[in-house]
Every structure is written in structure tokens, then in C-alpha cells.
């Protein structure tokens, strides 16, 4: 009898972490990187909150560990699933996030920091469906750039009506946000839109005539005055944020300055004067890599891009391995939403990109946004489980 058990409860350890199990199969340093992402990004939240938090110095902070459990559960419950399913439901998950992108804008909508962009849950909580809209729409694209033939194999090519669709989605997608308004959202849905269509491998002649296509609708967007004016000053504040340096380029000015000061070693953990006296605005969120700067310095913020580093090189080499052409669009897309946004984050912190309301992906604080970046990991570690061999 006691043999029997302990035979019992061998095999059951052989199959949780013994060769070919999902623990000995998983991406470990991919996995590794986003929690120390996450860790990092707990202390600079804590740091850039304490001296204003409504709570407590710690309240903000706490908020910011249970979005990472939630978040970390939704990785886990993703990640040991068949990614095939996405497939099949993607169009739902597009619907789904439409519906969410069309709720915004009615009254259920409010408005946070200027933007329409959260629904109110209730207990300090919300929503950003925006973010929801990141995944749903990269295995939406993956669905419509992969054709299958008859035989149900994937062809070299996409077809011209998979591209239209395409189009169509991203297009109702932007629109919505656009609404809000939300141009960094809007951007990173279009960068994302473009790398997808570029790795579907598509004639080059339609990657040229996109670009021009693009070209031409900015243009048509900046000349016909669709944008706000504010969003305008933030373009033209990045050629010369000292012109208006109390006005649309305090921000960056500011940004510059927090940076700059933590030189090379920082001023320390919670000892940032520009950061307790709130010089830079959001600087939990969208600016929260001048957190890392002043109080972390040069080793600080070359260590937080060298971890998002290892996230999309490990993103890479997991779309690399792919072994059909859905898998590889979706983990490709995924690492060019992460690529940009971390891009235009880290750019807008040090004056060669407009400000944006773009959050740096696990690092800065964000319910909405933490739940969107780990489901996207988490179909990662999916396609990697499936992809290598037991």
C-alpha cells in the first residue's frame, strides 16, 4: 500500500515538473524577465505615489500587486491552454473588444485625465477597453493574413481579400479609439497593423503602396484638422520643447530634467526631488521611466530596457520556431505591439518622441494595461509550449 502511493505521488511530480512537463517545457527567462518587470515597476509605482496617494504611502502600491496576482492568474490560466483556440474565436475577442471600444464613448463612459477612454467599476477600479483591443486585434490580424487552401494548408501568400478585411478591422478599431481621444493607442494599433502585414509576407509592391496609403492619411489627418489642438502642440513641442518650456513642453522639459539628474548610480530609492515633488506629471503611469532615471540612474534605466530587451528577443525566437503560419503572425504581431510601445514610452521620457498616454508594459501602473500585457506573454508561453518538442 505504501509502495502503491509513493509510485503514485512520483508520477505525479514526474508529470507537474519531470522531463516534458509544462514546467520543464516553459520559457523560464521570458517568464523570469516579466516578473522582474513587474517587481521593479512595484517599487518605482510605490516611489512615484507615496507622498500623494489618497490611501496610504502604500496604497497605490498594493493596488498595483493585486493587478499583477490578477494579471499573473490570467498568464497561468493562458498559457497551459491549446493557442489554436484563438483561431477559432478570434472574431468573438474582436467583437467583444469593438463592443467595449462603443460603450466608452456612450454615457457609460467617463473621463480620466482628459481622455473618454474608462468604464467605472466601482471601488477605485476601471476599465480601459482600448488595451483589450491590443490582443484581440493581433489574432484578428493573424486569422485574416492566414488563408487556408482547400487541404487546410496555409498558402504562401495572403490574399487581397484577407488584406481588405484587414484593413477594415484596424480601421473600425482606430476610428473608436480615435474617438476617445487616444492617439497613442491609435499608433500603437497602427504600428501593429503594419509589422503584421509585413510578416505575412505580402508582395512588396502592397508594403510600398501601404506605407504611401499611410503617408497620405496622416497627411490628410494633420491638414484637415481632425486632431486636437493639444495633440497637434505635442507633435510640434518635440521639435523644440524649450520654446514653451511652462507650457505643451513642460512634460518633456521635465521629463529631461528627472532623468538627468539621477546620473549615472541615481539618487536612491525614494529620495528622487523631482519625483516627491511631483514635478513630472503621471509619473505612475505614462512617465514612470524618469522614476527609474532619477532614483535608479543610467544602471537603473539601462537594466529596466534590458529586460524588456530579453521579453521581445524571447518573443522573437518563439515566433522564429513557429511552426504554422497563425502562430507566427500572432507572436510576431505581439512582440511589434510590445517593441513600439516600449519605443514610444521610453522616447516620449527622453525627448525624441511626441508625449503620448502610453504606458512603458510592465512597469508602469495600470490595471487594464497589466491584464492586456500578460495575456499577450501568456499566448507567448502558449505557443512555445506547443512549438518544441517533448
Given at each position: 500500500m505504501?509502495d502503491?502511493?509513493?509510485?503514485r ?10 522531463r516534458g512537463s ?27 505615489t507615496?507622498?500623494w496617494?489618497?490611501?496610504?504611502p502604500t ?15 490570467l ?9 489554436r483556440w484563438l483561431?477559432t ?5 474582436y467583437g ?6 462603443i ?10 485625465n ?8 466601482g ?11 491590443k ?5 484578428m ?7 487556408t ?11 487581397a ?6 484593413l477594415?478591422?484596424?480601421?473600425v ?7 476617445q ?8 494599433l497602427?504600428?501593429?497593423t503594419?509589422?503584421i ?16 496609403l499611410?503617408?497620405l492619411?496622416?497627411?490628410a ?16 513641442a ?7 518650456p511652462?507650457?505643451v513642453?513642460?512634460?518633456s522639459t ?8 539621477g ?16 514635478f ?5 503611469t505614462d ?5 527609474a532615471g532619477?532614483e535608479?540612474?543610467f ?6 530596457v ?8 524571447r ?11 497563425f502562430?507566427?503572425?500572432?507572436s ?6 510590445l517593441?513600439?510601445?516600449?519605443l ?6 527622453i525627448g525624441?518622441?511626441p508625449i503620448t ?34
Amino acid at each position: 500500500m505504501t509502495d502503491a502511493i509513493g509510485v503514485r505521488r512520483r508520477s505525479f511530480a514526474s508529470r507537474v515538473v519531470g522531463r516534458g512537463s509544462v514546467v520543464w517545457r516553459m520559457d523560464w527567462l521570458l517568464f523570469g524577465a516579466v516578473v522582474a518587470l513587474s517587481a521593479v515597476g512595484t517599487l518605482l509605482v510605490w516611489s512615484a505615489t507615496r507622498t500623494w496617494s489618497s490611501i496610504e504611502p502604500t496604497g497605490m502600491a498594493k493596488k498595483h500587486v493585486l493587478n499583477l496576482l490578477i494579471g499573473l492568474a490570467l498568464y497561468s490560466a493562458i498559457a497551459v491552454t491549446d493557442y489554436r483556440w484563438l483561431r477559432t474565436y478570434a472574431p468573438v475577442l474582436y467583437g467583444i473588444a469593438v463592443i467595449g471600444l462603443i460603450l466608452v464613448i456612450s454615457p457609460m463612459g467617463s473621463t480620466i485625465n482628459g481622455h473618454h477612454s474608462w468604464i467605472l467599476l466601482g471601488g477605485g477600479f476601471a476599465l480601459q477597453p482600448a488595451e483589450f483591443m491590443k490582443p484581440a486585434l493581433v489574432v484578428m490580424l493573424a486569422r485574416l493574413l492566414t488563408p487556408t487552401s482547400e487541404k487546410g494548408k496555409a498558402k504562401d501568400r495572403p490574399r487581397a481579400s484577407g488584406l481588405a478585411l484587414s484593413l477594415a478591422v484596424v480601421g473600425v478599431a482606430a476610428a473608436l479609439v480615435m474617438m476617445q481621444p487616444d492617439l497613442g493607442t491609435t499608433m500603437v494599433l497602427m504600428a501593429t497593423t503594419g509589422a503584421i502585414i509585413v510578416f505575412s509576407g505580402i508582395r512588396k509592391r502592397w508594403v510600398v503602396a501601404g506605407v504611401l496609403l499611410a503617408a497620405l492619411a496622416a497627411a490628410a489627418v494633420w491638414s484637415l484638422g481632425l486632431l486636437k489642438p493639444y495633440q497637434v502642440a505635442r507633435f510640434t513641442a518635440l521639435i523644440d520643447p524649450s520654446s514653451d518650456p511652462r507650457g505643451v513642453g513642460y512634460n518633456s522639459t521635465q521629463a529631461l530634467v528627472a532623468i538627468g539628474s539621477g546620473e549615472v548610480f541615481g539618487k536612491g530609492l525614494f529620495h528622487g526631488g523631482q519625483t516627491t515633488g511631483r514635478f513630472v506629471p503621471e509619473q505612475h503611469t505614462d512617465f514612470i521611466f524618469t522614476v527609474a532615471g532619477e532614483e535608479l540612474g543610467f544602471v537603473g534605466t539601462v537594466t529596466v530596457v534590458a529586460l524588456l530587451g530579453v521579453v521581445l528577443l524571447r518573443g522573437a525566437r518563439i515566433a522564429r520556431m513557429c511552426g504554422d503560419r497563425f502562430s507566427a503572425l500572432v507572436s510576431g504581431g505581439i512582440v511589434a505591439w510590445l517593441a513600439f510601445q516600449t519605443l514610444v514610452n521610453v522616447g516620449m521620457t527622453i525627448g525624441i518622441m511626441p508625449i503620448t498616454g502610453v504606458p512603458l508594459p510592465f512597469v508602469s501602473y495600470g490595471g487594464t494595461a497589466t491584464f492586456a500585457n500578460m495575456t499577450a506573454v501568456a499566448i507567448l508561453q502558449a505557443i512555445h509550449l506547443r512549438s518544441r518538442p517533448v
